[in-house]
């Protein structure tokens, strides 16, 4: 009953550093999807991946990179990262047609000092 | 996003009461989501509505697509502290099955 499992849940960073937030899902999705929640913002999108082998561009891709490694997992790595990006990461996954929702993992909470 | 309004931000009702969420979007819309999130959790999928006109129900939370496919509202009757939690939509605003979200409307129950 595992879905969209994200790791890690919680991470601290220092200016400059970088890592990379991993995603899988277990439910032969096509399409992938990063986003991150910050308060009184919704959810933007960061980065989309419509099936294996693709990806593009959300509404604020600067400053992340993605990786689609096969059709189960959705990396986001930041190179360099910015106390701007303090926030909730969130990856989700969809069948990719339409009608069909997108499936959410719990997060990852990264702080930025 | 400006694109996708949520009212109101937040809502406090007495465990019992009914009330109603509305989202509202700038375009057309080819598909609108309603999810539910719990403080420090993911977002879990309540319902999903495609033509104007449609109503969908699930316990006591009902959702609505207006006729123009612009407007949603979800109402929750008898409302219980098992509510609370932040609700959000999420449109797509141009069948490429991305979505943009509202954002969002915190609910608090008090028992």
């Known amino acids: 009953n595992a879905g969209v499992t994200q790791t890690p849940k919680f991470q601290v960073l220092k200016t400059g550093q970088s890592m990379t937030l991993q995603c899988a899902q277990d439910m032969n999705h096509n399409s992938m999807y990063w986003y991150r929640q910050d308060p009184g913002m919704g959810l933007r999108l960061i980065y989309y991946s419509a099936s294996e082998g693709t990806t593009d561009k959300g509404e604020v891709p600067n400053g992340y990179n993605v990786s689609r490694l096969n059709k189960r997992e959705f990396s986001l790595r930041l190179e360099s990262a910015a106390p701007s990006q303090t926030s909730v990461y969130f990856c989700?996954?969809?069948?990719?047609?339409?009608?069909?929702?997108?499936?959410f993992g719990d997060g990852t909470r990264l702080s930025i000092l | 996003s400006q694109e996708l309004e949520q009212s109101p931000q937040s809502l406090i009702v007495q465990e019992g009461k009914n009330l109603t969420i509305n989202c509202t979007s700038s375009?057309?819309?080819?598909?609108l989501y309603w999810y539910k999130q719990k403080y420090g959790e993911g977002l879990i999928f309540l319902m999903m509505?495609?033509?104007?006109?449609e109503e969908k129900s699930h316990e006591k939370i009902t959702a609505k697509l207006d006729e123009k496919k612009q407007q949603s509202s979800l109402h929750i009757t008898a409302s219980q502290p098992s509510h609370a939690g932040i609700y959000l939509c999420?449109?797509?605003?141009?069948?490429?099955?991305?979505?943009?979200f509202g954002s969002g409307t915190r609910l608090l129950v008090r028992p």
């Open positions: 375009k057309t819309l080819y598909g």
């Open positions: 989700a996954s969809s069948a990719g047609t339409l009608g069909q929702p997108q499936h």
């Open positions: 509505l495609q033509k104007g006109g």
């Open positions: 999420g449109a797509d605003q141009d069948s490429s099955y991305k979505l943009i």
